[in-house]
Each structure stands twice: as structure tokens, then as C-alpha cells.
């Protein structure tokens, strides 16, 4: 199996890092990075695989090089250091001079050695405006990260924004090389932005646990909301650890009254071309350049937060009336469909506890 070959500071507690810096199934590919949560910690590491004349190695030398930190925003700077350091330590094994120096000039982002965080934590997830205008946001990813999750999952970020808000827990199963799945992770935890002042104190925070694998089960039973990524098909049958099965673009759920939500309506088709349209007249600007400084990553969070602020304005607004009575007009002004969006509707009512009348007619013969 996996060990822990080398550490700073050595009396921290890592057990089960072997296992989450080293994606299952790594074997089959040469590189590959990853991120991952331990704890009050995330961690990002780089793993490389070469092949080596040793039947000691059984041909094989395979390694991962990561670094925990109280913010995963804070991680993706130090990318390039682990991907030499990984290089390095396949080709001179046992020579930790670079990381030793790097750990006494970074140490101050780290917790102490009890786990318990400094009171200069940075911020690790951004569930407001105050925290989602943070500097570290922009460092989060590569560029063309939300680019690359539009492509790919198309009109299905739709049906992902809806779950995201609705703070179920969903897990993502890709075979390796998972560092780009991880990305997933992170933009659809970006869906459920909200920036309006007390909103749902009461309401689970969406955790980004990025790579998770069999030794997380225990955790994983505990929690309530988190997004999550995979390499070992087994999670697909522990139906008890997730609410949303995400396979490649194939998004699904066995909880039978979250299977509408499945279903893409004229309003979420309307809200992609809405989506789409704005990309585009970004890139023609950025093309005659107009503008530069506004970028893809900005667009793609602030059309999402948008459109959450809207629908939770109307919702509270509503319960502050006097009949307290939703109709499908306002259903329609919160770009939602009437009656392709009931379900989600009710479902964000009880979730965020917010306290309307739903009079939107669910007729049966349309």
C-alpha cells in the first residue's frame, strides 16, 4: 500500500493523506495533481509515475508531493513547485533539501501541529459577496477552468446549480486522471453563491471535499451537503453517502422526488442562452479590445450569484408580505418555469426555512 515517506512538521496528524494524495487507479496514467480536504485542512498534491528497472518497485516508481493548507485558494500557486518537486523526487529519491526550505518559508499558512487553525486563517469557501470578492479567488484555478465545466456538462449545469442550491451532497466518479475533475468540484460549488445579508444562517454550508475515496466513508456518513469527486466506482452502490451520482455528463439521483429536478425545462434552456450569449459578446469584446480586465471566470460566477440574488429577493420579499402568496408570475420574474420548477421551488423553500404559500396550479392536463 501507500506510506507517508517524509513529512514536516513530523508530529501532525496525516492519517489516511496516502491515500487522498494518490488518486485510486493512478497507476494507469504518468502525472496527474489532486486536490483534497483532511481535516480543517485542504491539500493539493502532484503525483508522478516512472517506470524503473527494480522488481523491488515491480517496475514502477510512483510518488505524490503535497502540502496542506487552512484555505485550498491559497493552493494552486504552488502548483509548479510540486510538479518539479514530484520529478525530483522520482529521479533522486530521499533528498528533501527543497521541500524542508520551502515548508520554513510557507509555515505560516499552516495550522499548528494540534490541527487547530491560526486566527489569520484565510477564508476556505465563499458563501457571500464579502468573501466571494477575495483577491486568493483569483489564484483558485487555471484559466478556461468554468470554460471547460460549460462545455462539458452543456444545458446539465442547470440541473447541477439546481442540487448545488438546494445543498445536496453530490458525487462526481471519473476514472483518473482526476485533477481536472477536481475543477468540476470547485465550479459547481461556485453555482450556489448567494450575496444577500442573512440569508439561511441555518442553512449547511456547500463544502467543497474534492477527491474522496473509501477511507472517507465514516466522514462522508456525517455529512449533510458537501460536492465531492471520485476515481472508485464502488461509491455508486453506497447510495446512503450521496444524493447526486454524477458520471461523466450523465447527472442522476435515486431519491424519487428530486428526479423532476432532472428534467431541463424552457426556463433553464432560456437561462443557458442567456449564458451563452453573454460569453460570447465577453470574448468579441476582449477580441476588438475593449476590455480585457473582465474575465470568463468573473462572468460565469456573477451570472449564477445573479440569478440566486434575484430568487432569493423575490422569496423573502413575498414572506414579508402580508399574504405571503407565490404565484407563477413571480415564479416567471425569478426566471424560473411555473410548473417545471415546482418541486425545486418547494424543496428551496424548506431548505433555506422560508415561510410563503405556494399557489402555482400543477395542472394535469396541459
Not at 522488481?55 to 505524490?64: N, V
Not at 499552516?110 to 466571494?132: C, E, M, N
Not at 431541463?264 to 449564458?275: F, M, P, T, W
Request: aromatic fraction near 10%.
Amino acid at each position: 500500500g501507500n506510506i507517508v515517506e517524509w513529512c514536516l512538521p513530523q508530529d501532525i496528524d496525516l492519517e489516511g493523506v496516502e491515500f487522498k494524495s494518490m488518486a485510486s487507479g493512478s497507476h494507469k496514467i504518468q502525472s496527474d495533481f489532486i486536490y483534497f480536504r483532511k481535516g480543517l485542512c485542504f491539500g493539493l498534491a502532484c503525483f508522478a509515475n516512472m517506470p524503473v528497472e527494480s522488481e523491488l518497485e515491480r517496475g514502477a516508481r510512483m510518488k505524490s508531493v503535497g502540502i496542506l493548507s487552512p484555505s485550498y485558494t491559497l493552493l494552486y500557486r504552488y502548483m509548479h513547485f510540486l510538479e518539479n518537486q514530484v520529478r525530483h523526487q522520482l529521479e533522486m529519491p530521499g533528498h528533501y533539501s527543497h521541500l524542508e526550505a520551502f515548508y520554513d518559508d510557507k509555515k505560516g499558512v499552516l495550522p499548528d501541529s494540534k490541527g487547530t487553525l491560526t486566527s489569520q486563517q484565510p477564508v476556505h469557501w465563499l458563501p457571500s459577496i464579502h468573501r466571494y470578492m477575495y483577491p486568493e479567488m483569483k489564484i483558485t484555478h487555471p484559466a478556461g477552468c468554468m470554460s471547460q465545466f460549460i462545455k462539458f456538462f452543456g444545458e446539465q449545469i442547470l440541473v447541477l446549480w439546481k442540487f448545488a442550491l438546494l445543498r445536496k451532497r453530490i458525487l462526481i466518479f471519473s476514472p483518473p486522471p482526476v485533477g481536472v475533475v477536481c475543477y468540476r468540484v470547485y465550479c459547481c460549488c461556485c453555482l450556489a453563491n448567494v450575496s444577500l445579508p442573512g440569508l439561511g444562517g441555518t442553512v449547511p454550508e456547500s463544502k467543497p471535499f474534492f477527491y474522496v475515496n473509501v477511507a472517507d466513508i465514516e466522514m462522508l456518513e456525517t455529512e449533510v451537503s458537501y460536492v465531492a469527486c471520485t476515481t472508485e466506482k464502488i461509491f455508486e452502490e453506497k447510495r446512503d453517502l450521496y444524493d447526486v451520482y454524477v458520471d461523466n455528463q450523465n447527472v442522476k439521483t435515486h431519491h424519487e422526488h428530486l428526479q423532476p429536478l432532472l428534467k431541463i425545462n424552457n426556463a433553464d434552456k432560456e437561462k443557458y442562452r442567456r449564458l451563452n450569449d453573454q460569453r460570447q459578446m465577453l470574448m468579441y469584446s476582449q477580441e476588438v479590445g475593449e476590455d480585457c480586465s473582465s474575465c470568463e471566470e468573473d462572468l460565469f460566477i456573477l451570472f449564477f450569484m445573479e440569478q440566486n440574488n434575484r430568487i432569493f429577493q423575490t422569496l423573502m420579499e413575498v414572506s414579508a408580505s402580508q399574504d405571503k402568496t407565490l404565484t407563477a408570475d413571480h415564479a416567471r420574474g425569478m426566471g424560473l418555469d411555473p410548473q417545471g420548477d415546482r418541486s425545486f421551488l418547494m424543496d428551496l423553500l424548506e431548505v433555506y426555512g422560508i415561510d410563503v404559500m405556494l399557489v402555482i396550479d400543477n395542472p394535469c392536463c396541459t
